[in-house]
């Protein structure tokens, strides 16, 4: 299974995708774009032990897609968390882990899916980077994305 290519940030607990990233699952394709930033799977640290580090090759796919479908909203949430479930499958992430993770997800989700401001903001400025990319549409920036970047181009 493919990985990400990720560059640290300095002085970040962050990674920044060098290419773009693309997965198909049952004939949907999901395009995370390069520039995007994100702290590897959501696991405190307390938990590392019993589930895997944030950056571990087992989780970093699943939850860099995790991440940006929680962020665009291409899927609703129900699929998002499903899909990154059978991503950690796919991964080989053990049964135990796989049900720790899955209950961490659906018992924390649904704080995380209405993007905050900042969060917005974050990705006006990624769309503004990638605006004149080809097939730029492929990326399902949310609509409120594409308003504000819009009307920043006025």
């Known amino acids: 299974m493919q990985q990400p290519a990720l560059r640290p940030i300095p002085v ?7 290419d773009d ?7 949907e394709t999901i ?3 390069r520039y ?3 702290d590897g799977a959501s696991i405190p640290s307390y938990a590392w032990q ?3 580090t944030p950056f571990s090759p087992l989780v970093m796919m699943p939850a860099l897609l995790h991440d940006w479908l929680y962020y665009n909203h291409q899927i ?3 699929r998002a968390d499903a899909l990154f479930y059978e991503l950690l499958v796919e991964t080989g992430v053990s049964r135990l882990r796989r049900v720790i993770i899955k209950f961490a ?3 924390t989700g649904a704080n995380y899916w209405e993007n905050e401001e900042k969060h917005i903001l974050e990705m006006v400025d990624l769309a503004t980077r990638l605006q004149d990319s080809p097939n730029f549409e492929r ?3 949310p609509d409120e994305v594409l308003r504000r970047l819009s009307l920043s181009q006025l």
Not at 12 to 18: G, M, Q, R, T
Not at 21 to 27: I, Q
């Open 12 to 18: 970040s607990n962050k990674y920044e995708l060098a």
């Open 21 to 27: 990233f693309e997965y198909t699952h049952n004939g």
């Open 31 to 33: 395009v995370v774009p």
């Open 36 to 38: 995007f930033c994100y």
């Open 50 to 52: 019993l589930v895997h």
């Open 76 to 78: 609703d949430r129900k």
């Open 105 to 107: 997800v659906n018992w």
């Open 139 to 141: 990326y399902h920036f």
